[in-house]
Nanobody, 116 residues
Framework: QVQLVESGGGLVQPGGSLRLSCTVS????????WGWYRQAPGLQRERVAS???????RYADSVKGRFTISDDIHRNKIYLQMTGLKPEDTAVYFC??????????WGQGTQVTVSS
């Protein structure tokens, strides 16, 4: 399995920004997809943004125009830049990768709280 370690979560006021980072133990380009999910209390885990190897970047409708996913293939890192944060963005954010050979891997999650 791929080891994933997230960082960058915290408490931010509405309208603020945060950048999440995920360190990946594998070569990102050996993976099929990589991205970010989130889970708020009492709700199902949902995809926030993802990158498909050689394919499109996808965003949840709720974050389009506010969040940007990117990667650094040399450092094997995945980022999620979040701007215009809203209270409804409060959740635990998880890094996720998928590989035909290694399957699905999840990080331990990082808490993002948007509150005044």
């Amino acid at each position: 399995q791929v080891q994933l370690v997230e960082s960058g979560g915290g408490l931010v006021q509405p309208g603020g920004s945060l950048r999440l980072s995920c360190t990946v133990s594998a070569n990102i380009l050996s993976l099929n997809t990589w991205g970010w999910y989130r889970q708020a209390p009492g709700l199902q885990r949902e995809r926030v943004a993802s990158i498909t190897n050689g394919g499109p970047i996808r965003y949840a409708d709720s974050v389009k125009g506010r969040f940007t996913i990117s990667d650094d293939i040399h450092r094997n890192k995945i980022y999620l830049q979040m701007t215009g944060l809203k209270p409804e963005d409060t959740a635990v954010y998880f890094c996720r990768t998928n590989s035909v050979r290694l399957g699905v891997s999840w990080g331990q999650g990082t808490q993002v709280t948007v509150s005044s």
